[in-house]
């Protein structure tokens, strides 16, 4: 049984591991889309002003 609770053990941490590395890509990939969001919307604001600044 004491094997068994260590294959376990080592089996959770694999996993968790696998989980962590999902997590973190996944965050890189919301990171990623809120730049490129916020540099659209900062060159609309740019180009906003361009134009109305006569």
């Known amino acids: 049984m ?4 260590e ?3 080592t089996r959770n941490r694999e ?3 696998n989980e962590a590395e999902r997590q ?3 965050d890189i990939r919301v990171s990623v889309w809120a730049i490129a969001v916020a540099v659209i919307i900062g060159l609309a604001a740019v180009g906003w002003v361009l134009i109305h600044n006569n």
């Open 7 to 9: 294959d376990n053990k």
């Open 15 to 17: 996993i968790a591991q």
């Open 24 to 26: 973190t890509i996944g």
């Open 2 to 5: 004491n094997e068994a609770d």
